[in-house]
């Protein structure tokens, strides 16, 4: 019991550290390289902060536990879309971009809407239970790979504009501290990352001890515990970019990593082994679907495009009912 705390305030303490680490060095990388901070929220950040789901995921298809990979995804992207952006717009509203709106959003649910259709085998080829195999799993690589080759395309374009003046040539030692504080920022970078993923993992190795000590289900564990202590370095770093100023960062993370579990975690495990996932519904997946509609759609109507405190509070809210139906379900 005690072993499992100690790793749980651990895990909270690096991902902490590793936040403030990633956000300075991502946000000054992006103004160096005048990369956009919201291409670096949805590509370093978002894959740096995904790869405790992806181990979590790859690691339960290969110890034979497909629901685990599954409910874990399903979890954690519900927790970022409902429950963190909505802690993000009632700590300060977020102003959703016209890239983000016209772009990334919409890449968002029809990775959701994939993974439903992938998944919902029950419902959509009426098979006695839900099981996401290896063509389905490679669908969802290619939609992935289809999504990066985008990103590097749209921060080509975001660098085309003219690059800053050259010092003169007397002061040619200037170029020494900029390299420098180019290898700081990577490092910042680096080992931010690296804390976050130790961090989770800690989390989930403490959380999830303590709640199979209290007898909760292997679906449960995933959907909840496993889940929300994956999600815990996307809480902590876009929370901490929003709170800095840096909303392209903050909300690309989210959505960047949100993409990247529903279809490069989820494809990688379905490669390992066909997921299976009797435990796993259409209420878990549908409400995975409502929540990247709404995130996208709710901003886009608004005048402001922004996403404040009230729609913040209505994700929260949404979160609490979905968590309390799993907890009633089991």
Same mark, same amino acid.
């Given at each position: ?10 895990? *909270?303490?690096? !991902? ?14 992006? +103004?160096? &390289? $005048? ?9 370093? @950040? ?23 990979? %599954? ?15 909505? @802690? ?13 709106? +016209?772009?990334?959003?919409? %890449?968002? !649910? ?12 029950? /419902? ?38 003219? #690059? ?16 420098? +504080? ?6 910042? %970078?680096?080992?931010? /990352?690296?804390? !976050? ?12 001890? *303590?709640?199979?000590? @209290? ?30 100023? #840096?909303?392209?960062? #903050?909300?690309?993370? %989210? ?7 529903? /279809? ?10 066909? !997921? ?5 519904? &259409? ?7 409502? #929540? ?22 209505? *994700? ?12 009633? $379900?089991?």
């Amino acid at each position: 019991m005690w072993h499992d705390i100690i790793f749980l305030i651990l895990g *909270l303490a690096l !991902l902490v550290a590793g936040a403030n680490y990633v956000t300075d060095g991502a946000v000054a990388i992006a +103004r160096k &390289f $005048r990369v956009s901070n919201l291409i670096i929220g949805l590509t370093v @950040v978002a894959l740096g902060s995904t790869l405790p789901d992806m181990v979590v995921c790859i690691e339960s298809a290969f110890h034979g536990k497909p629901a685990m990979a %599954i409910g874990e995804v399903i979890g954690s992207n519900t927790f970022d879309l409902l429950l963190v952006i909505g @802690v993000m717009g009632l700590v300060r509203p977020l102003r959703v971009s016209t890239v983000m709106r +016209r772009q990334d959003l919409p %890449i968002l !649910l029809i990775a959701s809407v994939a993974l439903w259709v992938a998944g919902d085998t029950v /419902l959509f080829d009426r098979l006695p239970h839900n099981v996401i195999n290896r063509s389905s799993g490679i669908m969802l690589l290619m939609i992935f790979v289809f999504y990066m080759w985008f990103m590097i395309l749209s921060s080509r374009k975001s660098s085309d504009a003219p #690059a800053p003046q050259a010092a003169p040539s007397s002061a040619p030692a200037a170029a020494t501290p900029l390299l420098q +504080r180019q290898w700081v920022s990577w490092a910042m %970078i680096a080992a931010g /990352l690296g804390a !976050l993923v130790v961090g989770g993992n800690w989390v989930v190795d403490g959380a999830g001890g *303590l709640a199979l000590r @209290v007898g909760m289900s292997q679906g449960m564990v995933a959907l909840t515990v496993v889940a929300i202590g994956n999600a815990l370095p996307d809480l902590v770093t876009s929370l901490t970019a929003a709170l800095k100023g #840096a909303s392209g960062i #903050a909300l690309g993370n %989210i959505v960047g990593s949100c993409i990247i579990n529903s /279809l490069l975690s989820v494809g990688l495990s379905a490669l390992v082994i066909p !997921l299976k996932a009797d435990s796993i519904g &259409f209420v878990d997946f549908i409400t995975l679907v409502g #929540a990247s509609a709404l995130i996208w759609i709710v901003p886009a109507l608004s005048k402001s495009k922004t996403i404040g405190r009230l729609f913040g509070a209505i *994700l929260i809210l949404l979160y609490a009912g979905y968590m309390a139906f799993t907890i009633v $379900r089991g």
